[in-house]
């Protein structure tokens, strides 16, 4: 199955700074998303994104709201049309009238899968957070304190495993990292505390 997009252009630059607002980003992701565990992935990484956005790019709350909305959405059409992933949440946000750099980073967050390279900041971070997000929280799973006191080292340690998490692609962490300019140690170090702080809320 090929989930090549076939195309690097998306949505409309006449839509700029265009958004779904939070009641209608919600309700797209509740009536398109099924699985719990794949809900808790795409808050996971939504609010990732929203953190970096916040702490390391300094976006005010409107810009926040679009990298969270990005990562809130980007596997909406995992559940229910695994084989148009992510063709068909794209035309919807395209269809929707939505900022293209929006749509851009969704349909970048697995460039070897769908052919489009991250190249802003918010496409690379997506990227980054996606696989390495399901790693730590499937770590969290197996540990008695589940977040609590987990480390850089015990995550880097399940890293080398590929028996765990083995769906978790270690070439595309390895790659993200790469292409966003952050040291996996960072990386690893800045989702622990905030996917710690978002799934006790969701949990």
Not at 5 to 33: H, I, M, P, Y
Request: charged letters at 25%; aromatic letters at 8%; glycine letters at 6%.
């Amino acid at each position: 199955m090929s989930l090549n997009l076939g195309r690097t252009e998306f949505g409309d630059q006449a839509n700029l700074g265009n958004v779904l607002s939070r009641e209608e980003a919600n309700q797209l992701f509740n009536d398109w998303v099924l699985n719990p565990k794949l809900k808790v992935h795409m808050q996971q990484v939504g609010h990732l994104m929203k953190a970096w956005a916040a702490e390391k790019e300094n976006l005010d709350e409107a810009g926040q709201w679009q990298w969270e909305m990005a990562g809130l959405l980007h596997d909406a059409d995992w559940d229910q049309w695994p084989d148009q992933h992510c063709k068909k949440i794209i035309e919807e946000l395209e269809r929707r009238n939505i900022d293209p750099a929006i749509i851009r980073a969704i349909a970048s967050h697995g460039h070897l899968h769908f052919g489009v390279v991250p190249v802003t900041k918010m496409d690379q971070m997506l990227y980054a957070f996606d696989e390495l997000s399901g790693l730590i929280h499937a770590y969290s799973l197996m540990r008695p304190g589940g977040y609590e006191g987990m480390d850089v080292k015990g995550v880097k340690k399940r890293l080398k495993e590929k028996s765990f998490a083995a769906n978790v692609s270690r070439e595309d962490i390895a790659d993200a990292c790469e292409r966003a300019g952050i040291a996996l140690d960072d990386l690893v170090a800045f989702i622990i505390p905030r996917q710690a702080q978002i799934t006790a809320t969701i949990a």
